[in-house]
């Protein structure tokens, strides 16, 4: 019997543009890796300049931090909204830089 094999590759889509990427990686690793457009400040989930909007497959972004939590309360932006900074990309995704 064939064994399933465990998908090794994701497609991001950033503003329209699709890339194909390593599965397991974070956001960004991502942005690095593809060098993106994607603005990074503190990394640690405090700033928000890291902010985007997940169009597409919101399921596959690993889920919000207690930080994105924290920041989010503070602005009120709906669950699309996500930090790069505290994101992994779990399987295809979909996402808009927002800075
Ligand atoms: S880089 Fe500051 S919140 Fe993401």
């Known amino acids: 019997m064939k064994k399933k094999e465990k998908n ?3 497609e991001i889509t950033l503003d329209e543009q699709p890339f194909k990427v390593e ?4 956001l960004q690793e991502i942005s690095e890796k593809i ?3 994607l603005i990074f400040g503190c990394f640690s989930g405090r700033c928000g300049i890291c902010k985007i909007e997940v169009i597409e497959k919101i399921e596959n ?15 009120g932006e709906p669950n699309q909204y996500r930090l790069a900074c505290q994101c992994h990309v779990l399987g295809n995704v979909s996402i808009k830089t927002t800075s």
């Open 8 to 10: 090794r590759y994701h």
């Open 23 to 26: 599965a397991g990686l974070s």
């Open 61 to 75: 972004l690993s889920t919000r931090t207690d930080l994105e939590e924290y920041y989010f309360s503070m602005t």
């Open 35 to 37: 060098e993106a457009d």
